[in-house]
């Protein structure tokens, strides 16, 4: 038996230095347990506030969490009062749009602000999202019951928020009325340009109404960091901004038991002995418009430039006569079967000027991305873990299925540019400035709408995304 200083040692890896609670039963999520077997111990610790803050929002969720009187006592006030309501328990409601990636994404900003305005955040996962996460609140559910009485595919229409933000303009002085139940649409539209959702008086407004429908692809917690409301309370939950996304995914994102089981399978026969793992995420937007040799090309120039892989000796002088042990294991992930088995065969077939091995596995490759496909969706996720287990990531600009693994992963990637003209750039990567994922869409105007210039000096944990100049993030 264990003594009991290393009891509780090995207590404090499993829980990630307190980040998650104890209080689950361990056969509805092995990964809870397990996780800590895989994972290099993180170097970023949690807040004692911010875990103080999870541990205060569970107990909300247990309170007011789906199946309970308060839960059902709300909805029946909200059916039967349309405006100006106040109600014990507030909520909001994460709708999908888009991707995994993208879901994983929005679900962490709204998490993020569920803590920071008192709500429960309960999720609308359709068939295609039935388990790919356990639960992830003790004694209690996340998903939204099946009776939810303001569900949009029941017919009802609802104020927007940007309707409301609208009439709030018009008629600044007298008092209208706030709806009990708002739909807000953090996603990317090209006819509202400015959302203000940053601005302290939308925050306002928006505390007022007990029942937000939020629809969003988006990580829209950097415009959180802008509003001056929050700020105390982030300071202090995240004393290091970049950490943000590591923390709140290693507590909200544990695989189901479906998808840790080839999760753990796939770790053991492939990745587990090598001396270094090195993920190579591989989206391809639009592949009609970049041959696939030409990103072949980028990634191993890439790879190779950086040292991530070794070169290929070109002469026989030059292949390393030592008996080098070392064993590099290559996880690619990509919709598309070639690149994996194109990089193996050419590590198969060339020596290297370092006589390492290399071994490349591509778990999956789904050709297509599938809307409405849950099976699709745990390949996904299953890509996405395990690229977020490797000691060294390459990953692809633009796409949050990338995002979610490196900071899952806690690893700064190596950033594939976008290709302009189908043509490799001189510098064909750049390694990221922070693990934290980009916001797309930041707001061009602050709250008086004059242009927000210069993001990095107005707030100064904030940079511009390398992969995406308009885009900003966490540093
Ligand atoms: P983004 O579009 O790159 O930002 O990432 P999303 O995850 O939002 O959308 C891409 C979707 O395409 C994923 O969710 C998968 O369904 C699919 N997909 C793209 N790349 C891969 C991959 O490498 N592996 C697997 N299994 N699916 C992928």
Not at 117 to 144: G, H
């Amino acid at each position: 038996s264990s003594s009991p200083s290393t009891k509780s040692h090995a207590d404090n890896d499993i829980l990630l230095d307190g980040l998650l609670s104890s209080g689950f039963d361990k056969g509805s999520c092995l990964s809870r347990y397990q996780s800590y077997l895989y994972r290099k111990v993180s170097p970023h610790k949690p807040s004692p506030y911010l875990i103080s803050k999870l541990r205060s929002y569970e107990d909300l969720h247990t309170g007011c969490g789906p199946h309970t009187r308060a839960y059902k006592r709300t909805m029946v006030k909200l059916s039967r009062f349309k405006s100006n309501v106040t109600t014990g328990c507030q909520y909001i409601i994460w709708t999908y749009a888009n991707g995994l990636g993208n879901r994983m994404v929005s679900m962490i900003s709204a998490f993020l602000y569920a803590i920071l305005t008192d709500r429960v955040l309960l999720v609308e996962f359709n068939d295609d999202m039935v388990d790919l996460f356990c639960e992830p609140f003790p004694n209690s559910t996340w998903i939204l019951p099946k009776d939810f009485p303001f569900s949009e595919h029941k017919g009802h229409h609802f104020e927007t928020y940007q309707n409301i933000l609208k009439k709030d303009r018009e008629n600044n002085s007298t008092e209208f009325l706030l709806p009990s139940v708002m739909h807000l649409n953090l996603q990317h539209t090209s006819h509202d340009h400015e959302k203000f959702f940053s601005c302290d008086h939308s925050q306002y407004l928006l505390h007022k109404v007990p029942l937000l429908i939020l629809r969003s692809d988006q990580y829209f917690v950097p415009s959180l960091f802008m509003a001056p409301s929050f700020n105390q309370e982030l300071n202090k939950m995240f004393p290091n901004k970049d950490t943000v996304f590591h923390h709140l995914g290693r507590y909200l994102f544990q695989p189901s038991n479906d998808v840790w089981g080839p999760i753990k399978r796939f770790y053991k026969a492939y990745m587990d002995k090598a001396d270094e793992k090195i993920g190579i995420q591989i989206r391809v937007f639009n592949p009609n418009l970049t041959p696939y040799q030409t990103i072949m090309n980028q990634v191993l120039s890439c790879s190779q430039k950086h040292k991530i892989l070794p070169d290929f000796a070109t002469n026989i002088s030059e292949v390393s006569p030592s008996n080098n042990q070392i064993l590099k294991s290559v996880l690619v992930t990509s919709l598309y079967p070639e690149y994996g088995e194109n990089l193996r065969t050419m590590y198969l077939n060339k020596p290297t000027v370092t006589g390492e091995s290399i071994g490349v596995y591509q778990p999956s490759h789904e050709e297509n991305q599938k809307f409405g496909d849950n099976l699709h969706n745990k390949k996904a996720w299953t890509d996405i873990y395990l690229l977020s287990l490797c000691d060294v990531l390459v990953t692809s600009a633009l796409s949050t299925f990338g995002y979610v693994a490196q900071s899952l992963g806690g690893i700064k990637p190596w950033v594939l540019y976008k290709l302009i003209d189908a043509k490799v750039p001189d510098s064909p990567c750049v390694q990221d400035v922070s693990m934290e994922p980009c916001f797309h869409i930041p707001p061009k105007h602050d709250c008086k709408e004059k242009p927000l210039d210069d993001i990095g000096t107005t707030f100064p944990y904030m940079r511009r995304c390398v992969d995406f100049g308009s885009g900003i993030k966490l540093i």
